[in-house]
């Protein structure tokens, strides 16, 4: 059973940079594609980024590339989202999420079997 702990959220300004992680208390870490979405007030569970279970391979929503950076570390059974030059529409709660599936199938939540249960980052400006 895969159990999802987000940590790193809080507010920062306009410019600044977040570190998220991710870490997993279960067992089955290494064999999972971790995701990393957001929800803001009123709006709908978007993708963001997303690793597969080795970590060749990274995908990102167009709104994020350049600024925001994925990445593991399966011995330490720990996902993270790097978040630089913050804007205020960066604003949400961050969930990571892991799922069985690779490839295209990242980008959808639908995919993604396990939810952690989020962190607030606040983007002032």
């Known amino acids: 059973q895969v159990q999802l702990v987000e940590s790193g959220g809080g507010l920062v300004q306009a410019g600044d940079s977040l570190r998220l992680s991710c870490a997993d208390s279960?067992?089955?870490?290494?064999?999972?594609?971790m995701g990393w979405f957001r929800q803001a007030p009123g709006k709908e569970r978007e993708f963001v980024a997303a690793i597969s279970w080795s970590g060749a391979n990274t995908y990102y929503a167009d709104s994020v590339k350049g600024r925001f950076t994925i990445s593991r570390e399966n011995a330490k059974d720990t996902a993270y989202l790097q978040m630089n030059s913050l804007k205020p529409e960066d604003t949400a709660v961050y969930f990571c999420a892991a799922s069985a599936y690779g490839g295209t199938y990242v980008y959808t939540d639908k995919s993604y079997a396990y939810w952690g249960q989020g962190t607030q980052v606040t983007v002032s400006s």
């Open positions: 279960g067992r089955t870490f290494r064999i999972y594609a």
